[in-house]
């Protein structure tokens, strides 16, 4: 059984998407989070033998712990391949798969947060620029339908998602995002995810 | 054959240890990087998006971002056991052990090093302080961050402790001195410090 320790309009609110790309039966636990407002509250000490910092998401797989979003998304996909939501191991697109998400993870999120914050007001932080990788991801939509390539995979949940959130804010407009966000919000298991965020 | 795009003394210096840990065939192509300070350049032979180390490429196929290259090796050259398999008991924490490296540990370093602050709640890391409570632990309890056995995670979190070993951004600890000190003591670490000039 799946099970996945999440909190609403959180991050963990991908995997819930993810989980329902996945077709595969899961359970959702609701899990309190200190939100970045400074609503809501923390988890018990417990809750550490899952995540090490009381985060989410987290799941348990029949008893395999794995937290890291992208670290959720490559374990999934490849447990379930029926799903097909990754290259496989020898496939051409594998190596933009596995990039594209540890991309997320270590660029994009923490140079997004940057500039919402206003660390690069100045200059670029040493997460790297934001502008760059900005046009660097535009560039990418513009040669294929979604991240990695032709086809939707588990990279575009979580990069969907990111693109999703700031779209209009941080992010400018650009033709290629709409086509993208509204390839992304026609597909069921989206609509489904969305649906059952509050578990 | 993979191509190892590397710069020396860099965070590509540690995939010449893992190339040599995995006995996979591969050559080091030398390239220019913009340092911090604004001195050299992007280098036109390097097929990374942003000009940096380090990247590889497999037949065409480009791969970058240290925790995604770990894994794409791992996974194409298994014959000396560096990464668990789809599969493996070990996959799940592996996987965790690599994202959590460029998600969580690397930016609580640059965090600290810059003096940004770390938004709970906005953050998807932590500072540094709590990430490395959290690695000292895990090292306390077994020789590896796995459990017994070596795998390319350790090459990821020894080389770079190593690296950072002397800075007052790392936490002073016992677990993590013998830690470093017992990776970097393997054979294919020795090869590859000889290597990474070119």
């Not at chain 2, 710069?7 to 840990?21: G, W």
């Not at chain 2, 709590?130 to 017994?148: C, D, K, N």
Request: aromatic share 12%.
């Amino acid at each position: 059984m799946l099970t996945l320790y999440h909190a609403p309009r959180s991050r963990s609110s991908s995997i819930v998407w993810l989980l329902e790309e996945l077709g595969e039966p899961y359970r959702i636990e609701i899990t309190p989070i200190v939100y970045g407002n400074g609503q809501g509250q923390s988890a018990p000490e417990t809750y550490r033998r899952i995540h090490p910092h009381k985060k989410v998401p987290a799941i348990d797989h029949d008893g395999t712990i794995v937290f890291e979003c992208a670290a959720i998304a490559l374990y999934l996909a490849d447990s379930f391949p029926k799903a097909r939501l990754a290259p496989a191991i020898g496939d051409r697109r594998r190596g933009a798969y596995v990039t594209w998400l540890a991309y997320w993870a270590g660029v994009m999120n923490p140079v997004v947060a940057a500039r919402f914050r206003g660390w690069d007001n100045d200059s670029p932080t040493g997460f790297g620029d934001f502008d760059e990788m900005e046009n660097f991801m535009a560039q990418t939509l513009a040669r294929h339908p979604y991240i990695v390539g032709d086809s939707f995979t588990a990279a575009d949940v979580l990069v969907g998602g990111a693109i999703g959130f700031f779209s209009g804010t941080l992010l400018p407009k650009r033709e290629v995002y709409d086509g993208y966000l509204e390839r992304l919000a026609a597909r069921p298991a989206r609509q489904r995810a969305m649906a059952r965020d509050d578990g | 054959m993979i191509a190892l795009y590397h710069h020396p003394k860099t965070r590509s210096s540690r995939f010449i240890f893992l190339l040599e840990e995995l006995e996979a065939p591969y050559t080091i192509q030398q390239v220019s990087v913009r340092s911090a300070d604004g001195t050299g350049s992007v280098d036109p032979a390097n097929p990374h998006p942003h000009g940096k180390v380090p990247a590889i490429a497999d037949d065409g196929v480009v791969v970058w971002e240290s925790p995604a290259i770990a894994l794409y090796l791992t996974d194409k050259f298994a014959k000396n056991g560096i990464g668990p398999l789809v599969g493996d008991a070990r996959r799940g924490p592996y996987l965790s052990w690599l994202a959590y490296y460029g998600g969580v540990l690397e930016p609580a370093f640059m965090s600290k090093f810059q003096n940004t602050p770390v938004p709970r709640g906005t953050a998807g890391w932590v500072p540094v302080e709590e990430a490395m409570e959290f690695v000292i632990g895990t090292l306390s309890a077994s020789p590896y961050l796995l459990g017994e056995k070596f795998s390319a995670a350790d090459v990821l979190y020894a080389t770079t402790f190593g690296m950072f070993g002397a800075s007052p951004m790392m936490p002073k600890s016992p677990a993590i001195e013998s830690y470093v000190k017992r990776c970097l003591e393997r054979p294919a670490y020795g090869r590859a410090q000889a290597k990474d000039n070119g």
